[in-house]
């Protein structure tokens, strides 16, 4: 798995970008509009908020550490 930091979020309507860094520069993280709206309503109840919020993700999955009970979220 892959870790970065977001840093920004793109709406391109049929999915969603979510722009991160890492050590190395950028990277990008394109999930389908309904784990969006899943990952961003658990981050939003947890009080988290999304800029600088570390991710870990592969090419089917994205967990947020800072996440109580973190099931992860597929990006399909």
């Known amino acids: 798995m892959k870790t970065g930091q977001i840093i920004r979020i793109l709406d391109l309507d049929v999915n969603v970008q979510i722009l991160c ?18 990952f961003i309503r658990a981050i939003r109840k947890n009080g988290l908020k ?22 992860g979220y597929s990006l399909h």
């Open 21 to 38: 860094k890492d050590e190395r520069g950028l990277l990008s993280v394109y999930l389908d509009r309904k784990p969006f709206n899943l």
């Open 50 to 71: 999304l800029n600088g919020l570390l991710i870990h993700f592969d090419k089917n999955m994205i967990c947020v550490p800072a996440l109580k009970n973190n099931p």
